[in-house]
């Protein structure tokens, strides 16, 4: 609803500048020439092409911005699952040191295997 009531308003805008600026006026790009152009076409006119421009801009900088965010994300994603590897080795590691460490502490030996006493 408050877009349509912001499109009206501008609607009504537009139309009071339009009937406003009717002189004609000579519009040059270059060797092009065009003349006896209402003041108000070549104003509107240009506020279109601008903000055609922008929108393409904008959608250029949204699609680099999602590309970029996806290879971080991709990247982020590959970084955590190897150290969430490593991580579960190093576990399996300890868990089997310290499963020989308490056999050897029931079986009644002194010194764990590799170590030698001072």
Same mark, same amino acid.
């Given at each position: 609803m408050l877009s349509v009531l912001f499109?009206?308003?501008?609607?009504?805008?537009?139309?009071?500048?339009?009937?406003q600026n009717?002189?004609?006026?000579?519009?040059?790009?270059g060797e092009l020439r065009i003349e006896n152009v209402p003041?108000?076409?070549?104003?509107?006119?240009?506020?279109?092409?601008?903000l055609f421009i922008a929108g393409i801009f904008y959608f250029a !900088?949204?699609?680099?911005?999602?590309?970029?965010?996806?290879?971080? *994300?991709?990247?982020v994603k590959r970084t955590e699952t190897a150290? *969430?590897? *490593?991580l579960? !080795? !190093?576990?399996r590691?300890?868990?089997?040191?310290n499963t020989r460490l308490r056999s050897n502490i029931v079986s009644g030996a002194e010194y764990p295997a590799g170590l030698a006493s001072s």
């Open positions: 499109s009206v308003i501008f609607g009504l805008a537009i139309g009071y500048f339009a009937t009717t002189s004609p006026v000579t519009i040059q790009l003041l108000y076409f070549a104003t509107i006119g240009s506020l279109i092409l601008g !900088r949204t699609v680099s911005s999602t590309f970029t965010t996806y290879g971080k *994300d991709h990247f150290t *969430d590897l *490593d579960e !080795r !190093r576990i590691q300890l868990e089997s040191e």
